[in-house]
Nanobody
Framework: QVQFVESGGGLVQPGGSLRLSCVHS????????MGWYRQAPGKQRGLVAA??????????NYVDSVKGRFTISRDNAKNTMYLQMNSVKPEDTAVYYC?????????WGQGTQVAVSS
């Protein structure tokens, strides 16, 4: 497997919650700092949240716009990363991708669409 596979997106009302998942079986997952990225219509893709490898204690970082609402986590045994999205807002509407941080171009997957609308 070369690319990450994202899932869990969908249509959600403002104030609702979603949990995104990301899996990759072709890398030694636990060694990498990982990130969730998003691309809204007409905008560039950008990093939303990052989580360091287990050896660094799994420290997390978030862009200001999602702090206190989103939580990034990982399960190295399952080569899987998650993004828990709470209190979503219309401006969270985007295609969400995962990748290492920094990202590697050949590993971009198809992403998962999140639409926040009433």
């Amino acid at each position: 497997q070369v690319q990450f596979v994202e899932s869990g997106g969908g249509l959600v009302q403002p104030g609702g919650s979603l949990r995104l998942s990301c899996v990759h079986s072709g890398i030694i997952f636990r060694l990498y700092t990982m990130g969730w990225y998003r691309q809204a219509p007409g905008k560039q893709r950008g990093l939303v949240a990052a989580i360091e490898s287990g050896g660094s204690g799994g420290r997390t970082n978030y862009v200001d716009s999602v702090k206190g609402r989103f939580t990034i986590s990982r399960d190295n045994a399952k080569n899987t990363m998650y993004l828990q999205m709470n209190s979503v807002k219309p401006e969270d509407t985007a295609v969400y991708y995962c990748n290492t941080n920094p990202a590697v171009d050949r590993r971009w997957g198809q992403g998962t669409q999140v639409a926040v609308s009433s």
